[in-house]
């Protein structure tokens, strides 16, 4: 059974910039060729840049990565998704493409970048890489002032044009701000920490307010967040899965792989033309129905239109 599939998180448009990568080069662990192989509907593309760049160097890499997307992503097979209703225009055969952020750094504290990039079809943004920045505290800040001012700013406008807010890679605190202030909350790539205690991973509380505020959560295929080791199985990850749904979240799980953006592998989910191998595996757990949600329905019931 083939099942369509909406991978929230990819690096690969950091991989093109960085490494000099082309879209058709096989070493990607996404391009059209494996998308279409791993049946997906639509892709996330994040702009992520190094933060130890100077700031003009990082507002360069976001917009080569941007010109990545555009000259060489987007096809006739593969579209671009600019607005939500967009999903509705995908025709069969079509992958949609939908550009998000991770780290806000290169905005450099100007809003401006936030109408920028939304202008370049940004739908989804998330304040803070693994450290803090104008917007907000990372993952390994050892400040307790969470989301600031800059970044209440742009969660205001984020609500006012119904784009996402990424809870993925924020500190704690700031992701508690972030479910105070954000009308539309996601985690794009996030396990549970009860099944592996890892930092980047969601405590219980956490998956908790993700449930009560109606936010997706999107599990992420790294084994060192699986398990904490560079060895994990499918079964490994589907744990996680378990276990959100064992919280009342079954309904707002997805998928986010960070395929180009993880040097270890889940062996036979190595690359986006393998995501069916996941699909089969989860068959064997779930309902046909549960899978497909899984997979792509439940991100689509709950888009912020």
């Given at each position: 059974?083939?099942i369509p ?15 000099g990568?082309?879209?058709?080069d096989g ?15 639509a ?19 976001a ?13 006739e ?12 225009k ?14 806000v ?7 401006d970048?936030?109408?920028?990039f ?34 209440k ?22 992701f508690?701000?972030?479910?105070e202030?954000?009308?539309y909350v ?26 009560e ?29 378990d ?9 707002l ?24 191998n996941?699909i ?22 709950h888009?912020?239109?």
């Amino acid at each position: 059974m083939i099942i369509p599939v909406i991978d929230l998180h990819c690096d690969a448009l950091w991989r093109m910039q960085q490494d000099g990568h082309r879209f058709d080069d096989g070493l990607l662990d996404i391009n059209a060729d494996k998308l279409r192989a791993g049946n997906l509907m639509a892709q996330a593309f994040a702009v992520y840049v190094y933060p130890t760049l100077t700031l003009e160097e990082k507002r360069a890499a976001a917009f080569k990565q941007i010109a990545h997307f555009q000259q060489e992503v987007l096809s006739e097979q593969v579209v671009h998704i600019k607005k939500w209703t967009d999903f509705d225009k995908l025709r069969p055969g079509q992958t949609g493409a939908f550009l998000t952020i991770e780290g806000v750094d290169f905005f450099g504290g100007d809003i401006d970048f936030w109408h920028q990039f939304r202008e370049l079809g940004v739908l989804s943004i998330g304040l803070t890489w693994n450290y803090s920045n104008e917007a907000a505290d990372g993952l390994h800040s050892t400040s307790q002032i969470g989301v600031t001012p800059f970044g209440k700013e742009i969660i205001k406008l984020n609500n006012e044009h119904r784009l996402f807010t990424d809870v993925t890679h924020l500190h704690e605190r700031s992701f508690w701000d972030v479910i105070e202030h954000a009308d539309y909350v996601i985690a794009s790539h996030s396990n549970a920490m009860a099944i592996c205690n890892h930092e980047r991973n969601l405590n219980d509380a956490q998956i908790r307010a993700m449930i009560e505020k109606n936010a997706p959560i999107h599990v992420v295929y790294y084994p060192e967040f699986i398990n904490g080791t560079n060895r994990a199985s499918m079964t490994d990850l589907i744990r996680h899965i378990d276990y959100i749904c064992s919280l009342g979240g079954k309904h707002l799980i997805g998928l986010g792989s960070d395929f180009d953006g993880i040097d270890v592998k889940i062996p036979h989910l190595e690359h986006a033309g393998m995501h069916q191998n996941l699909i089969n595996e989860l068959l064997k757990h779930y309902s046909e129905q549960e899978v497909r949600g899984f997979a792509a329905a439940n991100f689509l019931k709950h888009l912020p239109k």
